[in-house]
């Protein structure tokens, strides 16, 4: 479900823990097909067919989940962005981590209030986004 694409997400990159979510969401679309997971899941056809090709498409958090829901090994869209922000934010309490530290930390060139937004879901998130922030968080829990 996206936190858990990687055994050790502070041991990888983010770029490394971005590749491991896509191929979380690559096995999905694999699994059902691009016309399929298109159809089913409302996403951007021609951004499944990037996901499908091993390409590294901007991706929002949502899309992502709305495309692993298609799998019976995943509950649905909502119940996966929203245990994904449970578990981050989980992690900045376990952390002692605020939102200003996490933007200082992880040049994505977003404010503390942004990143809040983000993880609040009243902003969207990319994976990337989110790949920098989940290693960061889970670099900061492992010290």
């Known amino acids: 479900m996206l936190y858990d694409a990687a055994d050790d997400p502070a041991s990888l990159s983010r770029t490394e823990l971005r590749e491991a979510y896509e191929r979380q969401i690559r096995d999905v679309v694999d699994g059902v097909g691009v016309e399929t ?12 067919a990037d996901v499908a090709a091993g390409e590294v498409p901007e991706m929002r958090v949502e899309e992502a989940a709305a495309l692993l829901a298609l799998s019976d090994d995943y509950p649905d869209s909502e119940a996966i962005v929203l245990e994904l922000r449970d578990h981050l934010l989980l992690g900045m309490t376990t952390g002692v ?11 994505l060139g977003l404010s503390g209030q942004e990143i809040q937004q983000a993880l609040e879901g009243r902003n969207p998130m990319t994976l990337e986004q989110l790949a920098a922030i989940h290693r960061f968080i889970a670099e900061r829990n492992d010290r």
């Open 37 to 48: 997971a298109a159809a089913e899941s409302g996403v951007d056809a021609d951004l499944v």
């Open 97 to 107: 981590l605020d939102v200003d530290t996490i933007a200082s930390n992880v040049e």
